[in-house]
């Protein structure tokens, strides 16, 4: 069992930067490949970027790739979410997620965070 606390969300202007954190708590994290997702209001929720437990290894969406960098730190149990050339597109709910197994493509994890609002303005 983890249990997963996002924070930094906020309002942000179109090509602004916000960077996301999630505190794990609970069994090791350093075992779980780290997740980030998002879901804007009335549409399903979306895959956005994992990092792999090690953290040598991250996979992003084409949505958001070469903008948004995970990196996480093993020793203080925190994966973080780095949002640069943000679009209003971009506006929507941010989860965390944990899983274990080394895909770093399946959308399938076992933990989730509570989610935090990112609001992007034109």
């Known amino acids: 069992q983890v249990q997963l606390v996002e924070s930094g969300g906020g309002s942000v202007q179109a090509g602004g930067s916000l960077r996301l954190s999630c505190a794990a708590a609970?069994?090791?994290?350093?075992?779980?490949?780290m997740g980030w997702f998002r879901q804007a209001p009335g549409k399903e929720r979306e895959f956005v970027g994992a990092?792999?437990?090690?953290?040598?290894?991250?996979y992003y969406a084409d949505s958001v790739k070469g903008r948004f960098t995970i990196s996480r730190d093993n020793a203080k149990d925190t994966v973080n979410l780095q949002m640069n050339s943000l679009k209003p597109e971009d506006t929507a709910v941010y989860y965390c997620?944990?899983?274990?197994?080394?895909?770093?493509?399946?959308?399938?994890?076992?933990?989730w965070g509570q989610g935090t609002q990112v609001t992007v303005s034109s």
């Open positions: 609970g069994r090791a994290f350093s075992i779980y490949n």
């Open positions: 990092i792999a437990s090690s953290g040598d290894r991250t």
């Open positions: 997620a944990a899983r274990f197994g080394p895909s770093l493509t399946s959308l399938f994890y076992s933990y």
